[in-house]
Structures are given as C-alpha cells and as structure tokens.
C-alpha cells in the first residue's frame, strides 16, 4: 500500500511541480512587467479617476516598447537615438553600465542575422580537456587579443544551469570550436533541463505521434 502511494505521490509531482513552476514563473514576469510603470499609475488613476485595474502597467509598457520599435525603424527615429545614445554615453557611470547592456539586449532579442546576435550552437572542450559542454559562439575576438595571443580566437559563451543567461565568456581557437547542428531553442532546453530532455527525442515524438 505504502508503495503504490509512493508511486502515486511521485508520478503526481512529475507533472504537478513543471505546470506549477511555469505558472509561477509567468505570473512572476507579468507582475514585474505590471510594476515598472504600474506602481507610478496607481496613485495617478485612484487619485483622478478612482479606479486601477492590474494590466495597466503591462499595456503602457507594451505600448512604449511598441512606439520604440516604430520609432527606430525610421530615420528620424534613429537620429534621435543616436543623440539620446550619446548623452547618455556621457553621463558617469551610465556610460559605462548603459554598452553592457546594450550589448545583452542584442544578444537576447535581435534577429538572428543580425550583427552581435548568437551565430551558432557549438561543442567545446571545458573546463579541461576530455570534458564537453555546449556553448553559444558568439563573435569574433577581438583583434588586439587575437594579435597577444598569437592565432585566431573566438568568443564563446559558456552558459550556467538553470539560467542560460549568465555564465562565462570563454576564448577558444576556432579550430576547436564544433559546431553542434542544434538550434538555440533546443541547446536552451538542454541546459534549462540540466541535460534531462533531449529536443530532438522530443521533436520525433511528436512527430510519431501526429
């Protein structure tokens, strides 16, 4: 009896624990999302009009990033941009910080053809020899230290388990740097996973099972 309730308990958490964890991890975003401009709007609207509703905050900031986009995809849009881009540039510390982060929010949301944008999945020898681990290639070393080094490197980010996002920019030979036939989306789930699903066994099932 104890067993078939041990079982029972586990099978249950196996599909429980991953619909929990991604409710709360959405209900996570949307409340950070809501609260950038949400917190500033409340007392505005319970001040003027008497009345907030939560989402608010999400539409202005959907909107805004939507006005961003409309902008910078013009000329004049652009122009302006570059002039904000540098002032801000100017400002200490800003300038310093603002490149950095410039820099991630290429990574993570441009088109992939885009310059700065992850160029392929790769297989790499870290943190020793004989030791394999995925990472994203992401450019060109730059040339003053390919010249230190002596030969033709490239940028190679190791990411970190559970979050992608962080982990270790590493300086590979290119000679040995493989490229993994596996797409972002897939060496995310991967390392998300911790090694427990393998995107191509799930692709075939799907496809079987259609």
């Known amino acids: 009896m104890f067993r078939r309730i041990k079982k029972y308990f586990f099978s249950g958490l196996a599909v429980f624990l991953p619909v929990v964890l991604?409710?709360?991890?959405?209900?996570?975003?949307?409340?950070?999302?809501?609260?950038?401009?949400?917190?500033?709007?409340r007392p505005f609207f319970l001040n003027n009009y008497d009345f907030y509703f939560w989402g608010i905050g999400i539409a202005v900031l959907i909107t805004i990033i939507l006005f961003?986009?409309?902008?910078i995809?013009?000329?004049f849009g652009r122009s302006v941009h570059r002039f904000a881009e540098g002032?801000?540039?100017?400002i200490p510390?800003?300038?310093s910080v603002y490149p950095a982060f410039k820099e991630i929010a290429r990574f993570?949301?441009?088109?992939?053809?885009?310059?700065?944008?992850?160029?392929?999945?790769?297989?790499?020898?870290?943190p020793h020899d004989g030791?394999?681990?995925i990472g994203f290639l992401t450019n060109k070393t730059n040339k003053v230290i390919c010249d230190a080094a002596g030969r033709e490197l490239v940028n190679v980010l190791i990411p970190t388990v559970p979050n992608?996002?962080?982990?270790?920019?590493?300086?590979?030979?290119?000679?040995?740097?493989?490229?993994?036939?596996?797409?972002?989306?897939?060496?995310?789930?991967?390392?998300?996973?911790?090694?427990?699903?393998?995107?191509?066994?799930?692709?075939?099932?799907?496809?079987?099972?259609?």
């Open 73 to 75: 995809t013009n000329y």
């Open 108 to 126: 993570l949301f441009r088109e992939e053809d885009a310059k700065g944008a992850v160029q392929q999945v790769v297989l790499v020898e870290w």
């Open 22 to 41: 991604t409710i709360y991890v959405c209900i996570w975003v949307l409340n950070f999302a809501e609260n950038i401009f949400g917190k500033h709007l």
């Open 68 to 71: 961003c986009g409309f902008l």
């Open 164 to 210: 992608p996002l962080s982990g270790f920019i590493m300086m590979f030979p290119r000679a040995k740097v493989t490229d993994l036939p596996l797409t972002i989306e897939q060496a995310v789930k991967i390392i998300v996973s911790g090694g427990v699903v393998d995107p191509h066994a799930v692709v075939i099932h799907e496809e079987k099972s259609s």
């Open 131 to 133: 030791i394999y681990t």
């Open 87 to 90: 002032l801000l540039m100017r």
């Open 93 to 95: 510390v800003m300038g």
